[in-house]
């Protein structure tokens, strides 16, 4: 089933992901996990976002996990929506944290 960007849902190891780009994804990290090279592999990690005592919206990355003891924070992008892109930027200022995108 495709969505309003063409995105194809692929299955893999019985998880739906919303594209066959994040389901490659999933088969590389997965490799790399095995291989010992990533750890801590957690797929759709969230975050609430909160300001002034408010919940504004929620994150919701593709892949988290840790290389060399750093913590990776995964989204894959196809295209980059108006409101991604103020997440992204709600998720460094409120939760310090960096999202590492891929193509």
């Given at each position: 089933m495709r969505n309003k960007y063409s995105a194809i849902k692929t299955v893999v190891d019985g998880i739906t992901f919303d594209s066959k780009r994040e389901a490659a994804r999933y088969g590389y990290l997965k490799i790399r996990f095995r291989a010992g090279e990533?750890?801590?592999?957690?797929l759709q990690p969230s975050w609430e976002i909160v300001i002034n005592s408010r919940k504004v919206c929620k994150y919701i990355a593709d892949f988290m996990y840790r290389e060399n003891g750093v913590v990776v924070i995964e989204d894959v992008k196809g295209m980059k929506t108006p409101l991604y892109n103020l997440k992204k930027k709600l998720m460094l200022a409120v939760h310090g944290i960096v999202i590492t995108e891929v193509k």
């Open positions: 990533i750890r801590d592999l957690v």
